[in-house]
Each structure stands twice: as structure tokens, then as C-alpha cells.
């Protein structure tokens, strides 16, 4: 129903800094970043409410990483600064559809994010 398009993700070097995009093709409740690494589970980054603009972050990316949101391109950001070889991960964009979803509806096909030491 509500499609995904994620842009962004590369190969960088320790330090360096990236930004993801996700844009929508509706209007949902939340956005958020995941990521999976090889052999790890799936770990939510952030996360946005697109009407409070309330965040969320992972304990390993607080500090570092910056979701916003664009309401006129309907596209979430994350900004990633001082990259580490342990954000190298498929980030996915997702969504949840309504303030009363328990889970996130929708999801992106994910885009690489590899960071070199």
C-alpha cells in the first residue's frame, strides 16, 4: 500500500559520515531505521512520529546519528556522522502505518552501508 524508496548508503572510511534517505509514497504514523548485520539480528536505529517529530535512538548510535523528516518531499533522513566498522549493516527504512500499530507496516529493500578500518 505504501511504498518505500530508500537512497543513500556507500562505502566510507572510519569517521566519515552518510545520509540515508527513505521516501514514501503515503502519509504513516512513524518512520525508523533499521539495520542487520551478517550473523546479527535486526536492531532499530531511530525511529520519528511524523506529527510530534518525537526520536528515538539505539544506545550505539545516540550521539551520532540524526533521523528528521521532510513533510513536503514525505522523505525521512538519517543522518550518520563518525561512522564505525560496527555500523556496517543493510540499513532498511520502515513504517508504521497508524498510532495503533504494534509493529512497523512497511519496509524499504535496504542499501548497504560498509565502513572501512
Known amino acids: 500500500q505504501v511504498q518505500l524508496v530508500e537512497s543513500g548508503g556507500g562505502l566510507v572510511q572510519v569517521g566519515d559520515s552518510l545520509r540515508l534517505s527513505c521516501a514514501a509514497s503515503?502519509?504513516?504514523?512513524?518512520m525508523g531505521w533499521f539495520r542487520q548485520a551478517p550473523g546479527k539480528e535486526r536492531e532499530l536505529v531511530a525511529s520519528?512520529?511524523?506529527?510530534?517529530?518525537?526520536?528515538y535512538y539505539a544506545a550505539s548510535v545516540l550521539g551520532r546519528f540524526t533521523i528528521s523528516r521532510d513533510n513536503d518531499k514525505n522523505t525521512v533522513y538519517l543522518q550518520m556522522n563518525s561512522l564505525k566498522p560496527e555500523d556496517t549493516a543493510v540499513y532498511y527504512c520502515?513504517?508504521?502505518?497508524?498510532?495503533?500499530?504494534?509493529?512497523?507496516?512497511?519496509w524499504g529493500q535496504g542499501t548497504q552501508v560498509s565502513v572501512s578500518s
Open positions: 520502515a513504517a508504521r502505518a497508524t498510532s495503533f500499530s504494534q509493529q512497523y507496516d512497511y
Open positions: 520519528i512520529i511524523w506529527s510530534s517529530g518525537r526520536t
Open positions: 503515503g502519509r504513516t504514523f512513524s
